[in-house]
């Protein structure tokens, strides 16, 4: 009984993941300003779906954007191709820096060890940036969170936002609360969506968020025109990165780091 329990969990967590990739294209744009969706697809983000959270806007599926960061955007503009992007905020290190991050307690099932595993992932690459788990929030400068109530069942694995102009991470991670109770979903799988909400907080963008298709299925989603907040990151393919932990749609697969990822990480820290 346990077993059948376990398995339709498995079968509910894909259907709850497809649907979030689909919902995309069926959520009307409701009660976000012009100017907000105009600024948004001048920055060359794609504003289908835009949703109005506590934190801000979300877009892209898990990226937050909040007043701050629309206040403080650049307006260049790029025609977006198919390689690694960068925003244009990044997290200062002054050529080494320690990013704190610290989970809920009530993280009390597989969250910890996966955020363990994608702190160790980033810190094998020797970057400028190294993280460290920390027991006290006041000590953090990430959080790792549940979603709210309201946010939990919407079909969302994680979200996270962008590095501040002042070149701090992004402050907050939340993830669906699923994830952390569910013995069905490995460590790996797990550290892998972890560490792609840490991708964005330090400044990350989807690599293939000019077209989501490529990882998310269904039809391409096209943008016309890109802009600032998608800085291609030198070195790294044409040819959308197969496996990059930075696609939009994780598809519970098991992505370190490949090495178009490593080019990426390398270059920017
Ligand atoms: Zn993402």
């Not at 995309?24 to 009660?31: F, G, R």
């Not at 079909?155 to 907050?172: C, K």
């Amino acid at each position: 009984m346990r077993k059948s329990i376990s398995i339709f969990m498995a079968f509910a967590l894909v259907g709850m993941f497809v649907y979030s990739c689909q919902k995309e294209s069926l959520t009307q744009v409701q009660e976000i300003p012009q100017k907000v969706i105009d600024q948004l697809t001048k920055m060359g983000f794609n504003p289908d779906g835009i949703e109005l959270t506590d934190e801000g806007y979300r877009i892209e599926r898990d990226i937050i954007i909040t007043d701050e960061f629309l206040a403080t955007a650049g307006n260049e503009t790029r025609v977006p191709g198919t390689e690694q992007y960068s925003t244009t905020n990044l997290v200062s290190t002054g050529g080494s820096r320690n990013i704190t991050i610290f989970a809920e307690k009530r993280f009390k099932g597989g969250m910890i060890p996966a955020l363990d595993e994608a702190i160790a992932r980033y810190n094998a690459e020797n970057l400028e940036i190294s993280f460290s788990r920390v027991s006290n929030a006041r000590q953090a400068d990430i959080v790792l969170k549940r979603f709210s109530k309201k946010e939990e069942g919407g079909g969302l694995l994680g979200s996270a936002g962008f590095p501040s102009a002042s070149g701090d991470p992004y402050g907050e991670i939340k993830m669906w609360g699923e994830l952390d109770s569910n013995p069905n979903i490995s460590t790996e799988v797990l550290a892998t969506i972890i560490a792609h909400e840490i991708g964005h907080c330090i400044g990350f963008r989807h690599t293939d968020y000019f077209d989501r298709s490529i990882s998310c299925g269904g039809s391409a989603v096209d943008e016309e025109d890109g802009g600032v907040g998608a800085n291609h990151i030198p070195g790294t393919p044409e040819g959308a990165s197969d496996n990059s932990w930075m696609l939009s749609c994780l598809d519970f697969a098991y992505r370190p780091f490949n090495l178009d990822d490593i080019t990426a990480l390398n270059y920017l820290y």
